[in-house]
């Protein structure tokens, strides 16, 4: 089944693309011309950059509001992946992205290599950041995701899915990686 969002990304992409060319063009033909249909080329791009940025930002969110709907399920470490009665920290990320249709591998360390690297300054809503645990400094065995003013969305031990600010306790020291898969 095609993704709806990528099939529309995709004909704004062919879209901007044709104008782009269509342009160039006519700033050949008319050498008078070139310097607005090349002001209004990078227009179009500007725009098609913007669109994916609010595509993936309004993903992000889409991410956050249905991984809210689980507030306060229990954690269970080795949770079944799919079900929603407990889970374990990438059972949980797995679940939630897979609603707004991104699969996910099972495991944090895993999940730790799709997507591409985003630095910690440059975390956005629906990014996937990692965390080692006491114990095994430097080895990733956590994920959450990221919701925006230094949030996450987690759920380990205790009180299950909850929201925590990443600044605060250990999670800070423990910081290991992001990834965007949005």
Request: net charge positive; aromatic share 8%; proline share 3%.
């Amino acid at each position: 089944m095609k993704n709806p969002q990528k099939t529309w990304y995709k004909k704004l992409v062919v879209t901007a693309l044709s104008v782009s060319i269509g342009l160039s063009v006519a700033a050949a033909a008319t050498p008078g011309k070139a310097e607005a249909a090349m002001s209004a080329s990078t227009e179009v791009a500007n725009a098609t950059a913007l669109t994916a940025s609010a595509t993936s930002t309004s993903r992000g969110s889409q991410v956050i509001s249905i991984g809210k709907r689980y507030l306060g399920t229990p954690y269970k470490f080795g949770a079944t992946a799919g079900q929603t009665r407990n889970f374990d920290c990438s059972s949980f990320t797995q679940y939630v992205f897979k609603k707004v249709g991104v699969n996910l591998p099972r495991t944090s360390q895993q999940q730790s290599h799709v997507g591409k690297y985003v630095s910690r300054s440059n975390l956005r809503v629906g990014d996937l950041v990692f965390y080692s645990i006491p114990g095994k400094p430097g080895v990733i065995h956590h994920v959450a995701i990221y919701m925006g003013n230094n949030k996450i969305l987690q759920t380990y031990g205790a009180g299950g899915v909850r929201i925590t600010d990443m600044n605060s306790g250990t999670w800070s020291s423990r910081y290991m990686t992001a990834r965007r898969v949005l």
